[in-house]
């Protein structure tokens, strides 16, 4: 879904763009709202009401700049912000309107030095049109034109007012984790290969096989006790995060980065660390962890395939940090272009790497 509508606003923004007169809408007049035509156009229309569905307005989010007012359509276009286009909110006087794909250059002139409306009418407006148009004129009163540059899109989720992707991505994915309450709370993040990021939000849904899982599944084993301590059964805050021996491994973890051990296993998964306000530190903090819980389950997979007591007491005694350094920092720096690494200083302060 988050990709279809990626595509789907980056086609809305050119279209619209590309000739100033609402591509999108007036390909909606041409196909309707639920059209079976199969054409690209009846296939954007589809994917923008799913993506309206959930709740991300895409026409109150995408708003265009008036400028010359000779690329952007009067009616159909979205003009005004939280207003939609004006064919919807005043449907009576759009009825009347002779010339439908009029651009606001001929709606909003100057004329003795006061932006006024210039209209055209099939019939004057009577009754709760004239109303309509009172409020219409309220609404455009203080937009001015400007000769000097070209009408544009812009894009209210971007401080920037430029359209990206990931924008897109956090408001789809916000609407769907909204409507699902069942949806664990779990931050991908793009640092780290995707088995990692997988691996991970099979631990925020709880489905990893771990023994517990697998004997309440109805599977016969023959013990369901952690494999690392062997002491109590080995479900998943036991053998990611509470295990004696694991727990060893986090507290390696803390010293290097001079944290307090005081985040539970939900608060890393979604990545809510609060002893830092940069983001590019938080999101490295992140990858460690995931990096971590990733390479506990391969440790703990390692010793239950091994085919003899000796070699599972061996990889028992592994000591794993070394190579969630060397992981982490291989992942890290292949995948993150705003940061630079040394090892010396990876390994000295993860914390203060220098972010360009």
Known sequence: MAVSGLVVL?????????????????????????????????????????????????NNLMVRKICRGTQTSFWMDNLLNNLGPLKDCFPRLFALERYKNCLVADRWVLEEGEWQGKWAWTRQPSGRADGDLTKLVTELNGLTLDESQDDRWEWNLTASRKFTVASLCRAIHSRLNANDVSAPPFNWNSWVPRKVNVCAWRVALDRLPTMLNVCQRGINIPTSVCLFCGLYDEYRDHCLFLCPKVKVVWLKFWRWWKVCARFSLSDILKGNFNFTKDKWTTKLFHVVCLSLIWYVWKWRNKILHTSSDEEVSSAQQEDIFPAIQRLSLLWTSNRASKCRFSWCHWIRAPGEVAVL
């Open 10 to 58: 980056k086609l809305k923004t050119r279209g619209s763009s590309e000739n100033g007169n609402g591509v999108l809408s007036m390909n909606k007049e041409r196909y309707g709202e639920k059209s079976r035509n199969k054409s690209t156009w009846s296939d954007i229309v589809g994917t923008c009401n799913k993506i309206e569905q959930l709740g991300v307005p895409l």
